[in-house]
């Protein structure tokens, strides 16, 4: 299973970005799909979480109400929209797919398989 990562780049404050992990060699609809991101020298820390199972959609308190997560199966893409960005939002993201309890899916430990990073840089 790969995963490609695409969308990041340059925005304002408050502008918006759409970021696309598209899935090969796997089926979407059998994973969990989570968006991590890290900044350097940090610890990777989850944004969104999209279940395999139920369609439930959860966020870290720092991206909630402003970004959203979808899938559309039949493509095998998940994405991130990003909106009312902001500086602490300037960091590399990353695509992870696995099939994580509930319990353990903000772990980047429980997924499998990860796409390249996509970088976003919010600057005026």
């Known amino acids: 299973v790969q995963l490609q990562a695409s969308g990041g780049g340059l925005v304002q404050p408050g502008g918006s970005l759409r970021l696309s992990c598209v899935v090969s060699g796997g089926a979407l609809n059998s994973y969990t799909v989570a968006w991590f991101r890290q900044a350097p020298g940090k610890e990777r820390e989850g944004v969104s979480v999209?279940?395999?199972?139920?369609?439930?959609?959860y966020y870290s308190d720092s991206v909630k109400g402003r970004f959203t997560v979808s899938r559309d199966n039949a493509k095998n893409t998940a994405y991130l929209q990003m909106n009312n960005l902001i500086l602490d939002d300037t960091v590399l993201y990353y695509c992870?797919?696995?099939?994580?309890?509930?319990?353990?899916?903000?772990?980047?430990?429980?997924?499998?398989?990860w796409g390249q990073g996509t970088q976003v840089t919010v600057s005026s």
């Open positions: 999209s279940r395999q199972s139920g369609g439930m959609k």
């Open positions: 992870a797919v696995g099939r994580p309890i509930l319990s353990a899916h903000w772990d980047s430990r429980m997924y499998y398989y």
